[in-house]
């Protein structure tokens, strides 16, 4: 069996070489005088063209009450569901019968940052934030204990919304 | 020793110092200058972070690349895998001895120095490290040995990719020298000389060369790319295939000096253009800069060389950034079925004009070039006609199949 080739006659100048190098290199010519794309980072955040999603999964952030308390009431969903396995939770109770937890860690280099965890918690309490500086010195400062989740003060992931797929 | 032949050495030593530390800058110039204007052609900045605009990064680059761990493949011919980086950068420093850079500075003093004795000099010193007899031939000669460089690179690193990268350096290289040379004996013939002094100087007289002899001046910009292995014709090192072709082994500063070389190389080519083709330092329109040699007209002429010079290196890197690479097949073909007959045809039809304009009694000066540029207006015209799409070259073709598959049920 062949294959049939069909051949395409087109005009000179659609296929002339010459005639698409110079036109290639007028363009590209033309670019070194365009207005640049980059954004430079360290001294410029932000352009105008740019923003970061607000459905960025970034280190978490645990949500407090009027208090000043972590609103999680150890409940044990996010360890539970945690694909990474990522999060220690000890829970507590005091006299009246709340719970709450004793030790909440989430060590964010095993963090697939899946988003589970917010998606699970009933309280609404621990989530992924829109954040994305997290340099450190030291690797163990990568294990966010509880004061340090509550303390962070970016803004929270929307995560996607099935009933609004694209976000609008 | 005569004081004045202690004094020439003593300039000598001085100019071989200065060209080839400011080749040094320059390159690492060009290699800035190469990532800022690919970057500008693709809507980005570039690096723009050390020093004033990014102009000390290549210094950041050569200090990474000292401290970077040397890595020796296990299956390297030890002894020719550390002295090929050599052989490639020696050859592209000397090349820039015979390239004549500005007008004579005028040079006058006369010293008594310990253990040296009296030393002196007075005149006009040539603007050029060495101005051999055999001028732009002794280029020819080392950018052959370059070659070396680039295939024992290739083959010690006893590597498939960089033996295929080294194998299609040697022939692609070798190829392209040929036609080169062609295109170069025109030259020669109008000249009357292959000093590169000369060569300006007749220049002068006339017109730049790439009025009189624009076909050589495309055959030459062509084999320049392929001489320095640049887009469109990198091909001993064509990332998508080869992952780095000849230098895929080698790491910090032996990788560093095949990348010095390289771009030494390109300016060296570039210099040449600008000296064969658009009159070296010579400043056009004027017989100013031919008078007697001055510190100005040194200055000036030196500027003029620069400019010309990086403009070319400009136009190599704008190509590189435009054109895609061509198939090694197409690569020799083009070499060997168009560029070297038309050098040779070219070769003739100079020499036969250059013939009847003499037996016509016209004097070599500015008609003769007028004459000349108007007779090569026509064969550039013909040469492009003939060069575009579906005449010399073409894509792939409808009727052909190769045999396997025409022999197959």
Redo the contacts between chains.
């Keep these: 069996m062949t294959i049939g ?3 395409v006659h087109r005009p ?1 100048h659609e ?5 698409a ?1 110079v036109k ?2 007028a ?3 033309s ?8 954004m ?1 980072y360290p001294e410029q955040t932000s352009a105008p063209d740019w923003t970061i999603s607000n459905r960025w999964r970034g280190t978490h952030r645990m949500l407090t009450d009027e208090q000043g308390r972590s609103k999680c009431v150890a409940c044990g969903l996010c360890p539970q569901i945690c694909p990474a396995n990522c999060i220690k939770l000890v829970p507590g109770e005091d006299e009246e019968g709340n719970r709450y937890p004793l030790i909440y860690e989430i060590d964010e280099f095993r963090c697939v940052f899946c988003g589970y965890c917010q998606e699970v918690c009933p309280e609404e309490a621990i989530h992924v934030g829109v954040h994305y500086e997290n340099a450190e010195y030291d690797r163990d400062r990568f294990v966010y204990d509880l004061e340090r989740l509550c303390a962070q003060t970016h803004p929270v992931s929307t995560l996607w919304d099935p009933s609004d797929p694209k976000g609008e | 020793m005569t004081p004045e032949l202690k004094g020439e050495i003593l300039l000598g030593l001085v100019k071989i110092v200065v060209v080839f530390g400011a080749l040094q800058l320059i390159v690492m110039n060009i290699v800035w200058a190469e990532r800022r ?1 690919s970057a ?6 570039g690096p723009n972070r050390v020093g004033p605009q990014g102009l000390l990064q290549g210094v950041a680059d050569g200090l990474k690349n000292m401290l970077k761990e040397e890595t020796m493949p296990a299956n390297a011919e030890k002894g020719l895998f550390v002295l090929a980086p050599a052989l490639a950068f020696i050859p592209a420093m000397m090349t820039q001895a015979v390239i004549p850079f500005a007008s004579p500075l005028p040079v006058r003093f006369d010293w008594t120095w310990p253990l040296v004795g009296r030393i002196a000099y007075d005149g006009a010193m040539p603007m050029v490290i060495a101005d051999l007899p055999v001028g732009f031939l002794y280029i020819l000669a080392l950018t052959s040995l370059g070659v070396y460089g680039v295939v024992l690179a290739g083959w010690s690193s006893g590597s498939k990719y960089s033996l295929l990268g080294g194998l299609r350096s040697s022939a692609q290289l070798i190829s392209y020298e040929i036609a080169a040379g062609m295109s170069l004996i025109a030259v020669m013939i109008l000249s009357g000389n292959v000093s590169l002094t000369a060569i300006v100087a007749k220049q002068q007289e006339s017109v730049w060369f790439v009025f009189a002899l624009s076909i050589s001046f495309v055959v030459f910009l062509v084999t320049a790319f392929a001489e320095t292995n640049r887009l469109p014709f990198d091909m001993p090192e064509t990332e998508s295939e080869l992952v780095a072709g000849y230098h895929a082994e080698y790491s910090s500063m032996k990788f560093l000096v095949f990348l010095v070389a390289e771009y030494a190389n390109l300016f060296t080519a570039s210099a040449l253009m600008a000296t064969l083709f658009f009159g070296g330092w010579d400043i056009p329109f004027t017989t100013w800069d031919q008078g007697a040699p001055t510190v100005l007209k040194s200055l000036v002429t030196l500027v003029l060389f620069l400019t010309k010079t990086l403009s070319f290196c400009f136009v190599f890197i ?2 590189r ?3 895609p690479r061509f198939r090694f097949d197409q690569v020799m073909q083009l070499g060997w079925k168009f560029l070297l007959p038309l050098a040779i045809a070219y070769v003739m039809v100079i020499a036969t004009s250059v013939y009847a304009l003499d037996l016509a009694g016209v004097a070599f000066g500015a008609r003769y070039g007028a004459i000349l540029f108007a007779l090569n207006v026509v064969i550039l015209y013909l040469v ?1 006609w003939l ?4 005449r010399l ?1 073409r894509g792939a073709r ?1 009727g052909y199949r190769p045999a396997a598959v025409r022999s197959s049920p």
Excluded at chain 2, 40 to 45: E, F, I, K, N, S
Excluded at chain 2, 387 to 390: A, F
Aim: hydrophobic content about 50%; overall charge positive; proline content about 2%.
């Design positions: 080739v069909k051949t000179d296929v002339s070489y010459l005639r190098t290639g290199m363009l590209t010519f670019h070194l005088f365009r207005p640049k794309v980059t430079q | 204007v500008w052609m693709q809507d980005r900045l704008w190509v950034w435009t054109l492009f060069l575009d799409r579906g070259i409808a």
